[in-house]
């Protein structure tokens, strides 16, 4: 790119800043943000509430002070001192509004502390700012002590929200009974609170943050050493369990990194490096950044991705791990280039997850970072790209608005103070050369809302002790980490074309010519002529289907979910005609698609384990077919399993003997469902059940869906057939490996245990939950008058959901041992479960546990199993008490 091109460039970023500040200045201000549809201000309290976005508004001119040093960057001195005179004139921090701790640090004090940073810069060149003598530190050291009485609690991490007038007395503070916050929100606080110290000499602030660290680093999970979403702020128990790099935990991990290059404390980068470590280890998987358990990392918690991750590869950056950097960011470009905005939260397929875009400024910071690293014009095209696309679908007469959906285009009345913040800082940086800027931008840091704090704050006023002496550091592999910052200089000597090369495997990792829900189609069909094949009838295992796709410039492609994708390259087509078809029939395919959702939206299947030890007290979430037998209008199947071979279905099968009169396990692949299915029921199978052949699945993270027929006539299917995700299956493999023969019940929803267990002989207290009643067998259709429990819940309330760890009766935490369901132990008042009833011995005496027990126990075991051992163990131990008691009375 020329330097023409780049200052013209440059200078179409000033335009649009001049836009976007000037409405909010002839239009909203001293409010806090511009509405740019209705070209007025946002007043909190006169318009109707948004729930937690209103939290970042204070009546405190959020935008003025959100913009200050972006006018400095931007060569606006003149604005620049104007805005200044009117923060101090106007804004007034003792308003009776309750306000985030969180967005009121990071836009609100970070906003005062760099216009202080900038000031004093100014000042000492000697032209503008003459006049200045540290009022903005003044109003940021008065809105750091009303800030404080948040931290007021046994952890040291504060109140998500507080009063700006009234603190978190009650009830004039309407705040103070929050028990939870986002790690984040605790997290993000270092660097303004430490610079508001250094500035002032008021050690206070630094050490509040410095105890909000120190906590949220001693309750990571010491396993993964990943942080939780949510904590609870008194007890430090993790709310939410799941980790990622974006919303509620992203800026957490960018401040442990800034904070080492501002304040020079190894302790910040030392835990930097210990979950740097962890993320690339579970949550990385390139290009992608996937959230998981903190106790499981290997689990996925979700399946899609929000925008605020795409701030992870510019701290890349920063950690000098290019590479991923690379990566991430082209994944998230190729995104942009298909919605051409980021959506709020996008599947890993790449579809809409969320669809609004608030115009975020992540992917503009890290595109900035990233060019600084490498050089690379590449990303000067990607600045160019989202110039072109803010003017083009965001741009209104009165500003800029945030997109409500980036699938239509459609506005929203919004425009948040981080726009002006961030945004055009980073853009502007990314197009100027060093000469057009008038202070050296490499002697600050950017805190997350981009505000500039100077790295001079490292040696002043370090009264600060540099390691806290109550947190624990563990030992780690230190081949991986730089102990220093990364010298951009030396990060690609003489190669330019390294990040290319990077890229260049993920060009089409999203493909942008794929269909978009606006397309229209023209209505108008040529004379005469129809689609080659029409949606409805294609079948993507006929190979004649398939080569008439290529023909249209049609591919298709197999999803490792076992989904298909269908892409058009209109280019790749035999002829415009060709062309014109294949758009036609990737339509009607959109349409189909739409429609056989809708139909498909039916309530979930279950498989109940009902046999030894697990009595119907485990339920796993199904998925239904489109034919056999409807579980939700005939009697349920019940039945023992036994894996098919070949354990595909696909074919003849070779183990009809073992699938007579049970339920086949299936495993998914290589053939239709329904062919699968009458495989088995030819071998005699009275069910089926299809387990995912993807590993790690669940429903707990994956929508349920219908298993498809296969275009023909499937009335000949007559069993019933569900599917189960990998997690859930390998819970019935794991029992059968286990206990060899395990029954299952194949229902609409949960039955309770006394219908499952009716005529049976069974310890009373698998009815009712009481292992100290009298130990005397009974059948189920004795029980005690009212309804059974089921799992805690009575049938008629109990809801069929997806199964988790709280669904086995394993990990009732709150539950002691003799409140908990066990399972049938050789001992008195039990019976074997096997159709004929053993009574026991009024003086038969427990038997102890064998050898060859004990080596049962120790058997790897799927974890729901496991932890179900565990009961039995305990429970065991309780009837020893209870027996030795008896003996003693």
């Known amino acids: 790119m020329t330097r023409e091109e780049k200052q013209r460039l440059g200078n179409q970023v000033l335009e649009m800043f001049d836009h976007a500040y000037g409405n909010y200045m002839e239009h909203a201000y001293p409010a806090d943000e511009l509405m740019p549809l209705t070209c007025r201000g946002r007043i909190r309290g006169e318009e109707p509430s948004r729930g937690d976005v209103d939290d970042a508004l204070g009546k405190f001119s959020l935008t003025l002070i959100d913009s200050l040093d972006t006018l400095v960057v931007l060569n606006k001195t003149k604005e620049f001192e104007d805005a200044v005179k009117k923060v101090l004139r106007d804004v007034n921090l003792d308003n009776d509004v309750v306000v985030s701790v969180f967005e009121t640090n990071i836009r609100v004090l970070g906003g005062l502390l760099g216009g202080h940073s900038l000031a004093i810069m100014l000042k000492e060149k000697g032209e503008y700012m003459q006049w200045y003598n540290d009022e903005l530190l003044q109003m940021a050291k008065q809105l750091g002590y009303k800030l404080l009485p948040a931290f007021n609690t046994t952890s040291g991490l504060p109140y998500p929200r507080i009063n700006l007038k009234f603190g978190m007395r009650k009830p004039e503070a309407r705040t103070g009974t929050e028990t939870d916050t986002c790690t984040a929100c605790a997290g993000t606080l270092i660097l303004e609170f430490a610079a508001l110290s250094r500035f002032t000499g008021a050690t206070i602030f630094e050490e509040y943050a410095r105890k909000a660290l120190d906590f949220l680093w001693e309750k990571r999970q010491r396993s993964s050493n990943l942080v939780g979403v949510t904590i609870n702020i008194h007890t430090g128990d993790w709310v939410r369990k799941d980790s990622g790099v974006g919303a509620g935990i992203d800026s957490y991990y960018e401040y442990l990194l800034k904070a080492y290059v501002l304040l020079g404390d190894d302790s910040f980068l030392e835990r930097f490096n210990t979950h740097y470590d962890a993320i690339m280890r579970y949550i990385s998987q390139p290009p992608l950044l996937l959230d998981v358990h903190i106790h499981k990392p290997m689990l996925n918690a979700r399946t899609w991705m929000d925008a605020l991750l795409a701030f992870f590869p510019g701290l890349q950056v920063l950690k000098g791990d290019i590479r991923p950097a690379i990566e991430t960011h082209e994944m998230l470009y190729q995104v942009i280039k298909k919605h051409n905005f980021l959506p709020e939260a996008f599947t890993t397929d790449f579809r809409v997850h969320w669809a609004q875009h608030p115009l975020r400024p992540e992917f503009a910071e890290s595109t900035y970072f ?88 490292s040696t002043t006023n370090q009264s600060i002790s540099k390691k806290s002496t109550n947190s624990e550091y563990i030992e780690l592999d230190d081949s991986n980490f730089d102990w220093t910052c990364p010298n951009t200089q030396i990060l690609f000597p003489n190669d330019p074309l390294y990040a290319q090369s990077i890229r260049e495997p993920l060009k089409n990792v999203v493909d942008k010519s794929c269909p978009r829900g606006v397309i229209r189609v023209e209505e108008s069909f040529r004379s005469g002529s129809k689609p080659p094949l029409r949606a409805r009838d294609f079948m993507a295992t006929n190979p004649e289907h398939l080569e008439i796709l290529k023909k249209m410039g049609v591919s298709l492609i197999h999803l490792k979910d076992g989904r298909v994708q269908l892409v058009q390259h209109a280019i790749q087509a035999a002829s415009s005609i060709d062309a014109e078809d294949g758009l036609r029939f990737m339509q009607e395919m959109i349409e189909l698609s739409s429609q056989q959702q809708k139909e498909q939206q039916l309530p979930p299947r ?77 071998a005699g199978a009275i069910g089926g059940i299809v387990i995912d052949d993807n590993e790690g699945s669940s429903s707990d993270t994956a929508p349920l869906f219908q298993m498809a027929g296969d275009g023909k006539d499937t009335d000949d299917i007559k069993i019933p057939m569900l599917f189960l995700f990998s997690k859930e299956g390998s819970i019935i493999l794991d029992a059968i490996r286990e206990y060899e023969e395990v029954e299952v019940l194949l229902s609409d929803k949960a039955k309770d245990r006394a219908a499952i267990l009716k005529g049976k002989m069974i310890p009373s207290y698998i009815i009712n939950s009481n292992p100290e009643m009298e130990n005397e067998p009974q059948s189920a259709d004795q029980t005690t008058s009212g309804p059974p429990e089921v799992d805690g819940e009575s049938p008629e309330d109990s809801s069929l959901n997806s199964h988790s760890e709280s669904s086995s009766p394993a990990t009732t935490d709150n539950a002691s041992p003799s409140q908990q369901d066990s399972e049938p132990i050789k001992s008195k008042g039990y019976v074997r479960f096997d159709d004929e009833c053993t009574y026991f011995d009024e003086d038969e005496e427990e038997q102890p546990e064998t050898e060859e027990d004990s080596k049962q126990d120790s058997k790897p075991l799927h974890p729901i199993v496991a932890d179900w051992k565990e009961d039995m163990k305990a429970i065991r131990e309780l009837k020893k008490e209870m027996m030795k008691k008896k003996g003693e009375l």
């Not at 990607?382 to 965001?394: D, F, H, R, S």
């Open 370 to 457: 990233l060019y600084k690293a490498t050089g690379d014009p590449y990303y000067l095209e990607v600045g160019k790209t989202l110039i072109e696309n803010l003017n083009k679908y965001a741009r209104v007469p009165c500003g800029f608005a945030a997109m409500k959906d980036v699938r239509t285009g459609s506005h929203e009345d919004r425009m948040d103070s981080f726009f002006l913040a961030e945004m055009f800082k980073y853009l502007y940086l990314l197009f100027a050369d060093k000469e057009d800027i008038i202070f050296d931008i490499e002697d600050y840091i950017f805190t997350t809302e981009a505000h500039l704090l100077p790295l001079w704050l």
């Open 606 to 682: 279950a498989v109940q384990i009902v046999s030894h030890p697990f009595f119907g007290r485990v339920v796993l979430t199904a998925g239904p077919a489109q034919f056999g037998l409807d579980l939700s209008k005939h009697k349920e199947t019940r039945g023992f399993v036994a894996s098919s071979k070949p354990y595909n279905g696909c074919s003849e099968l070779t183990n009809p003997e073992a699938v007579m009169g049970k339920i086949a396990l299936l495993q998914r692949g290589q053939c239709m469902f329904a062919e699968k299915a009458r495989n088995i029921q030819n």
